[in-house]
Nanobody, 122 residues
Framework: QLQASGGGLVQAGGSLRLSCTAS????????MGWFRQAPGKEREFVAVINWSGSSTYYADSVKGRFTISRDKVENALYLQMGSLKPEDTAVYYC?????????????????WGQGTLVTVSS
């Protein structure tokens, strides 16, 4: 139901824009987020956005470099990534939550996309 795209190979300092589109149902009234998982590591929080798009929250490691946004009409979620670093290399997942409030814990999310790989070369 969620499809993430936009990953790829980029040099350090570069930018990428990830997209997440929904099919089969609307997530326009659900909190949504981006998470990532690097090889050998646990899935970690990147950014979340509330149902209206008026409130966002970022992991310290990406604050000031990444921007999460959503288009309720298009039923889509985005992650604009800038000043990319090799440590940003991971599979990035979009997710949606049934509950009203946002959360930075992956376990609190009910719907997940398949992930898109971002590789940042030094």
């Amino acid at each position: 139901q969620l499809q993430a795209s936009g990953g790829g190979l980029v040099q350090a300092g570069g930018s990428l824009r990830l997209s997440c589109t929904a099919s089969g149902r609307t997530f326009s009234n659900n909190p949504m987020g981006w998470f990532r998982q690097a090889p050998g590591k646990e899935r970690e929080f990147v950014a979340v956005i509330n149902w209206s798009g008026s409130s966002t929250y970022y992991a310290d490691s990406v604050k000031g470099r990444f921007t999460i946004s959503r288009d309720k009409v298009e039923n889509a979620l985005y992650l604009q990534m800038g000043s990319l670093k090799p440590e940003d290399t991971a599979v990035y997942y979009c997710a949606a939550r049934r509950q009203f409030y946002t959360s930075s814990y992956p376990v609190d999310y009910d719907y997940w996309g398949q992930g898109t790989l971002v590789t940042v070369s030094s």
